[in-house]
């Protein structure tokens, strides 16, 4: 019998995750670190883990993706596409550049150095929960064949998620990545080279990225204003708490790894079951 090191299959293997730097994605690399992966990391802050490449980095502009491109190994055996930013006023371009549109183009920039049998793993979010019944406008922005179109397709409607509609910025940047996963799960390009695609959804999560959800939420204008309408919204009914950053990280590297050899297409909702009562609810609604 194997061990559940040689199960995952990191040991020498060449692995690129962005977001690095902190939350989610840094208890990912550090646990890639301890299985032996040789770890690239991209991030806009430096990081202080002792990764065998560290490439700082801008990832919501075309041109510096391109520089990171330029900057990574000829042959990945994972992708980790961590990276993440919050809501808040002024910025709904940006958070899409960042979250999607920048993220589909250094994946697909990518694809061709992904190793037969490799894997692609994002970070969606509970926030891209029910993109189906927003497919007119997610599908319009899957089907923009290049970053510069679907930048022009997000300047041109950049009206349709705007703070406090439904879905705001946020979820609509996460939409279109569970969307995407779901899309490419039997695309040539993926299948053809048995290429995997899949992500977490985490919810709530005690992550630098929760100051910014906590103002976004807030009434009078504090953190610990916002913190409390999240609170109630999202953890009061189950006497809950947020999740840890590790409880996000880890099994994004195991759904990444040769454990997971048979699983794409899915995203795994990590919210302590938010999801799932959704689920029932509409299933069993009148
Ligand atoms: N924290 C939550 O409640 C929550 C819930 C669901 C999903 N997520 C998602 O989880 C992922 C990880 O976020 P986290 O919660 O660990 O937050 P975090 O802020 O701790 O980590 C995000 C990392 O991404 C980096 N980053 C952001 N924008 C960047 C850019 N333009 N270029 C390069 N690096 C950039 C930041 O520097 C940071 O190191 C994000 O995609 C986020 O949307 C978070």
Redesign the pocket.
């Known amino acids: 019998m194997k061990s559940i090191e040689e199960l995952l299959g990191y040991q020498g293997k060449a692995v690129v995750i962005?977001?690095a730097?902190?939350?989610?994605?840094k208890s990912a690399a550090e646990l890639l670190l301890s299985l032996g992966a040789k770890v690239y990391a991209?991030?806009?802050?430096e990081t202080d883990l002792p990764v065998f490449q560290f490439i700082p980095?801008?990832?919501?502009q075309k041109a510096t993706i391109d520089e990171v491109v330029a900057q990574l190994p000829e042959k990945i055996d994972a992708l980790f596409m961590?990276?993440?930013?919050g809501i808040g006023k002024g910025k709904e371009k940006f958070i899409q550049m960042?979250?999607f549109v920048g993220q589909r183009y250094m994946v697909e920039e990518l694809l061709p150095r992904i190793t037969d049998g490799g894997s692609v793993t994002f970070?969606s979010?509970?926030?891209g929960y029910g993109w189906e019944h927003n497919m007119q406008n997610v599908g319009e922005v899957l089907a923009c064949p290049t970053f510069e179109a679907t930048e022009k397709w997000v300047d041109e409607h950049v009206d349709l998620f705007t703070d406090g509609q439904t879905p705001d910025p946020y979820q609509f940047s996460k939409q279109c990545v569970t969307a995407y996963v779901k899309s490419k799960t039997r695309a040539p390009e993926f299948i053809g080279r048995k290429i995997r695609i899949n992500a977490i959804g985490?919810?709530?999560?005690s992550?630098?990225?929760?100051k910014e959800?906590n103002l976004a939420a807030s009434s009078d204008g504090t953190e610990a204003g916002g913190a409390q309408v999240l609170h109630d919204l999202y953890l009061k009914s189950w006497n809950g708490r947020a999740g840890l950053?590790e409880e996000m990280g880890y099994p994004l590297v195991f759904i990444g790894s040769d454990l997971f050899s048979y699983l794409s297409g899915q995203v795994l909702y990590i919210d302590f079951g938010m999801t799932g009562e959704l689920d029932y609810q509409a299933a069993t609604a009148k």
């Open positions: 962005t977001g730097a902190s939350g989610m994605a991209v991030d806009r802050n980095a801008d990832l919501s961590c990276h993440g930013v960042v979250n970070i979010s509970t926030g985490p919810s709530f999560t992550t630098a990225l929760i959800f950053p």
